[in-house]
């Protein structure tokens, strides 16, 4: 993992925007782009998994249809091979041995040794805001796939720009090259929203990956007076001991003494 990135996810969000916290000389260039990005309102990216599905290869092939636009849409796989028509979509799941890791669920299921069937891909979506050049989210979606699943887990993924942000479709099969299985966790989602915006920013495209609970909060500090000034952490009408005039009066008459 390239330096940059570990230290955006090792950056405390929560920590840095403690009331009174003035270590911000402490942060590295990384973390001080990322905090000035946030400030600043850059576009943050998405990267969400899709439910349902996915445990059964026929499943798999309605899904792949449906991102290739019933061939209208081409597919472009793990080794750069593009498919442009519906048969070589069909033919993917196949290809992958899906049929024979549906079989064989099925028969661990039977035998009770498993409670549901496991899933056999897993459908990922990374978009950007309206106005973001598509084929470069799509270029930023190849390198980060081909860094982070290349020569382990297979995929397949297609462009869509008939939406107003521009969103690729990723097919990413869950049993690795190696025969380990992928289980993705909330850990993972983080970490590949600050690949795909280092990604895009890589190529020339402004985008942040800011934890959704911090987006609209402020992260610089802020002294007690603004903080009671602004409503508190609960936004409540201030009572008039603590209105910004109370408070400026008893600072100027501590400063004083």
């Given at each position: 993992?390239?330096?940059a990135?570990?230290?955006?996810?090792?950056?405390?969000?929560?920590?840095?925007?403690h009331?009174?916290?003035?270590?911000?000389?402490r942060?590295?260039?990384?973390?001080?782009?990322?905090?000035?990005?946030?400030a600043?309102?850059?576009?943050e990216?998405?990267?969400?998994?899709?439910?349902?599905?996915?445990t059964?290869a026929?499943?798999?092939?309605?899904?792949?249809?449906?991102i290739?636009?019933?061939g209208?849409?081409?597919l472009?796989?793990d080794y750069?091979?593009?498919?442009?028509?519906?048969e070589?979509?069909?033919?993917?799941?196949?290809?992958?041995?899906?049929?024979?890791?549906?079989?064989?669920?099925?028969s661990?299921?039977?035998?009770?040794?498993k409670a549901?069937?496991?899933?056999?891909v897993?459908?990922?979506?990374?978009s950007?805001?309206p106005?973001?050049n598509?084929?470069?989210?799509?270029?930023?979606?190849?390198?980060?796939?081909?860094?982070?699943?290349g020569?382990?887990?297979?995929?397949?993924m297609?462009?869509?720009?008939?939406?107003?942000?521009?969103?690729?479709?990723?097919?990413?099969?869950?049993?690795?090259?190696?025969?380990?299985?992928?289980?993705?966790?909330?850990?993972?989602?983080?970490?590949?929203r600050?690949?795909?915006?280092h990604?895009?920013?890589?190529?020339?495209?402004a985008?942040?990956?800011?934890?959704r609970q911090?987006?609209?909060?402020?992260?610089?500090?802020?002294?007690?007076?603004?903080?009671?000034?602004?409503?508190?952490?609960l936004?409540?009408?201030?009572?008039?001991?603590?209105?910004?005039?109370a408070?400026?009066?008893?600072?100027?008459?501590?400063?004083?003494?």
């Open positions: 993992m390239k330096k990135i570990a230290e955006e996810l090792a950056f405390n969000f929560r920590a840095h925007g009331l009174g916290r003035v270590d911000r000389t942060l590295s260039l990384a973390q001080a782009q990322m905090v000035a990005r946030t600043a309102r850059t576009p990216v998405m990267v969400k998994v899709l439910g349902g599905g996915a059964t026929k499943a798999v092939r309605k899904h792949l249809e449906y290739g636009r019933k209208e849409v081409d472009l796989t750069g091979l593009a498919i442009g028509d519906r070589g979509s069909a033919e993917l799941p196949l290809n992958w041995d899906l049929d024979m890791e549906e079989a064989g669920a099925e661990l299921l039977e035998r009770g040794t549901v069937a496991p899933r056999l897993h459908k990922l979506v990374f950007m805001p106005g973001t598509s084929e470069k989210v799509y270029g930023a979606v190849q390198n980060f796939c081909r860094e982070e699943f020569l382990q887990h297979r995929y397949v297609a462009l869509h720009t008939d939406d107003a942000h521009p969103h690729v479709h990723v097919v990413l099969k869950a049993m690795s090259e190696q025969g380990k299985r992928l289980n993705i966790k909330k850990v993972n989602l983080k970490e590949w600050v690949k795909f915006a990604h895009l920013r890589e190529l020339g495209v985008a942040n990956a800011t934890p911090f987006r609209t909060q402020p992260i610089r500090p802020i002294t007690l007076s603004a903080y009671w000034q602004q409503g508190g952490s936004g409540k009408k201030l009572p008039p001991k603590h209105s910004a005039e408070i400026r009066n008893r600072e100027e008459a501590i400063k004083a003494r």
